[in-house]
């Protein structure tokens, strides 16, 4: 289809990801996930799917893999649980839906779809989410199910050193994202997350916070950020981005350039993001070691990615 121009990116996190800290089986088991993830938006998109389809697919197999930091595999809290924090937005119209501090939501992403799509309201938290995720008829999910050992040693290893780390800093962001184009052009960001380990209950990050980790409009960008969530807050990362590209600043590439290697840094706000515009292909740029991502433009080959060029 000639005027059929779809496109898709996305993440599973940022941070000191490094060639020697890897294992050949760890980074093959990486690369796999990023590759099914891909392969699930590609599906949606190349049959003339929509975009937020595409990146709620891409976001439910990260959520699923225990590898990546959302869904099961999320971190844990100071106090030893889960709270996990979600958002999608859409561009053609801008409809957005988050939920923050879940802990029962299999897959975060398609809480906060619900919440876009089922709710006159944008963002639900805690009590109020779990139970508007009842309603919806979402399972409740055993706290096992999220819990794995990694994590565990992950939360006593950053209480010794009485640290809030982020996943993969010593691996530790992990956040994940997607963004995408459809064959309409229209553009959709997803965004999910365990947060922070060692992070205090009741902590919310950047990640459903409209604006900041996760943003999209037609007319500018759609965008998905990981990194340290309280600079992405308070540069408001994914709405900056967008705003410099819909009111004709500059093209994609530089604003992302300008928030994540400028602006970002001079509050050490250590991170990545993953964006797509009306057209052209999805940019991806982060100020840290590595950050696990891919993108995939129609007709083009897979682009797979974990360190820094
Ligand atoms: N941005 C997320 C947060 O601060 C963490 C991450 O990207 O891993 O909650």
Same mark, same amino acid.
């Given at each position: ?44 998109? #190349? ?141 959709? #960001? ?25 943003? #999209? ?59 797509? #515009? ?32």
């Amino acid at each position: 289809m000639a005027d059929c121009d779809w496109a898709l990116a996305l993440h599973g996190g940022a941070g000191t990801i490094l060639k020697e800290m890897m294992t050949p089986e760890r980074e093959a088991a990486y690369r796999a996930g990023l590759e099914a993830a891909l392969e699930a938006g590609r599906k949606v998109l #190349a049959d003339n799917g929509t975009a937020e389809d595409a990146v709620v697919a891409a976001v439910m197999v990260l959520e699923d893999d225990p590898l990546f930091n959302a869904g099961r595999g999320a971190v844990f809290t100071s106090a030893g649980t889960i709270e996990m924090d979600a958002a999608i937005m859409r561009g053609s119209d801008r409809a957005a839906g988050a939920v923050a501090g879940i802990h029962t939501v299999r897959n975060p992403i398609r809480l906060a779809r619900q919440v876009m799509e089922h709710s006159p309201h944008v963002m639900f938290c805690g009590a109020g989410a779990e139970a508007f995720a009842r309603e919806q008829g979402f399972e409740a999910m055993p706290a096992s199910y999220f819990e794995t050992e990694h994590r565990r040693n992950q939360l006593r290893e950053a209480q010794k050193l009485n640290q809030i780390s982020l996943d993969h800093n010593d691996h530790k962001y992990g956040t994940v994202g997607c963004v995408a184009r459809d064959c309409h052009g229209n553009l959709a #960001a997803a965004t999910s997350t365990g947060g922070m380990t060692n992070k205090h209950p009741g902590r919310v990050g950047d990640s459903p916070v409209i604006g900041a980790g996760t943003y #999209a409009s037609n007319d500018g960008a759609a965008v998905s950020a990981t990194g340290h969530g309280e600079a992405f807050i308070r540069e408001t990362v994914a709405r900056d981005i967008a705003a410099l590209v819909q009111y004709g600043c500059v093209p994609l590439e530089e604003a992302v350039r300008r928030k994540v290697l400028e602006d970002l840094p001079r509050i050490s706000g250590d991170g990545g993001v993953i964006a797509i #515009a009306g057209a052209g292909a999805p940019v991806m740029l982060f100020n840290t070691p590595g950050m696990y991502r891919a993108a995939l433009c129609e007709g083009g080959e897979a682009e797979i990615g974990i360190y820094g060029d």
